[in-house]
Antibody, heavy 115, light 108 residues
Framework: QVQLVQSGDEMKKPGASVKVSCKASGYTFTTYGMSWVRQAPGQGLEWMGWITTYNGRTKYAQSLQGRVTITTDTSTSTVYMELRGLTSDDTAVYYC????????WGQGTLVTVSS | EIVLTQSPGTLSLSPGERATLSCRASQSVSDSYLAWYQQKPGQAPRLLIYGASSRATGIPDRFSGSGSGTDFTLTINRLEPEDFAVYYCQRYDNSPYTFGQGTKLEIK
């Protein structure tokens, strides 16, 4: 069965970076791209970016351009999302989600930014 | 950038009633590449509808989607207790693949 397993919750200080992983299993990894979506506490869903897993091409939300990088390691079927220059506004649950529209989602990773 | 506006913000209904949720796009969504999701507290979103009107795998037929261009609707017939949740629409025709702000469906 399809599974997306994300890395554990993170606590970061303002200005730091975070890198969240998403390991896929149960399907041919390079057949489907991956999105990252985040959700601040009590807020809606925000699309962050996309990676085409077979060639590494990416698309990012304008609001995060320059701070976010999505990469993939096809040897381990893992997608990574790195966010730099963290502020308290980046406190959120971060999800990876397969393909468009996303049909399978990771369990979510809570990133808390606090001094 | 296309903005998706969902209405109403909150919808209060009773089990057994019909819910009608709206998603309006600021520009036309190509090829009806519009999806709907359900999200319950503490859970990841679940895909309900894709291509504006196709039900995802395992989604009950009381959920239906319609619309094209800039106006889309999610209809839930005969509300069940487990249907009370937050619903989001998303465009996936062109980047950025933005979401609407959500509609909360609550028990009256």
């Amino acid at each position: 069965q399809v599974q997306l397993v994300q890395s554990g919750d993170e606590m970061k200080k303002p200005g730091a970076s975070v890198k969240v992983s998403c390991k896929a299993s149960g399907y041919t990894f390079t057949t489907y791209g991956m999105s990252w979506v985040r959700q601040a506490p009590g807020q809606g869903l925000e699309w962050m970016g996309w990676i085409t897993t077979y060639n590494g091409r990416t698309k990012y939300a304008q609001s995060l351009q320059g701070r976010v990088t999505i990469t993939t390691d096809t040897s381990t079927s893992t997608v990574y999302m790195e966010l730099r220059g963290l502020t308290s506004d980046d406190t959120a649950v971060y999800y990876c989600a397969r393909t468009l529209p996303p049909d399978y989602w990771g369990q979510g990773t809570l990133v808390t930014v606090s001094s | 950038e296309i903005v998706l506006t969902q209405s109403p913000g909150t919808l209060s209904l009773s089990p057994g009633e019909r819910a009608t949720l709206s998603c309006r796009a600021s520009q036309s969504v190509s090829d009806s590449y519009l999806a709907w999701y359900q999200q319950k507290p503490g859970q990841a979103p679940r895909l309900l509808i894709y291509g504006a009107s196709s039900r995802a795998t395992g989604i009950p037929d009381r959920f239906s989607g319609s619309g094209s261009g800039t106006d889309f609707t999610l209809t839930i017939n005969r509300l069940e207790p487990e249907d009370f949740a937050v619903y989001y629409c998303q465009r996936y025709d062109n980047s950025p693949y933005t979401f609407g702000q959500g509609t909360k469906l609550e028990i009256k």
